[in-house]
């Protein structure tokens, strides 16, 4: 039975060398591009926290606002109906309360609406911003 010489000859030592050189090289780039890739996406993750934060910020302004509204438009409701009987009561004609009621019943629903809206978005990723 021949034994088999453990020595290779140079050009296939050569051959084995640039082969693992570049197996190393590809390595280390696609190692570089997947810890790119991380940061991307943790920038990303970072960047959904933030905008969760204003939104819920934003919509507790805009309740505010809006419960504001509602009171400064009972308020003139309220003195609206004593008539000229009491201090400090106003008289509005009906076209300004109609207008006045419809628009705050308006303003209601809109701004809940955006809200609504913006807070649960149904809009799902992968629409080319981000995976």
């Not at 090289?25 to 943790?42: N, Q």
């Not at 969760?52 to 009972?74: D, G, H, P, V």
């Not at 308006?106 to 955006?114: Q, S």
Request: aromatic letters at 14%; glycine letters at 4%.
């Amino acid at each position: 039975m021949p034994i088999r010489s453990a020595i290779r000859p140079p050009a296939q030592v050569q051959q084995l060398l640039n082969a693992e050189s570049s197996n190393s090289e590809s390595s280390a780039t696609e190692s570089r591009f997947l810890d790119v890739e991380r940061d991307i996406k943790l920038e990303y993750l970072k960047t959904l926290r933030q905008n969760n934060q204003e939104r819920k910020k934003y919509a507790m302004y805009i309740f505010i606002l809006t419960c504001i509204w509602a009171f400064l438009i009972f308020l003139i409701l309220f003195f609206e109906g004593f008539g000229t009987n009491a201090p400090f009561c106003f008289s509005i004609s009906d076209n300004v309360l109609i207008t006045l009621i419809t628009t705050t019943t308006i303003n209601f629903f809109g701004f809940f609406l955006l809200v609504i809206k913006y807070l649960f978005n149904s809009e799902k990723p992968g629409n080319g911003t981000m995976p």
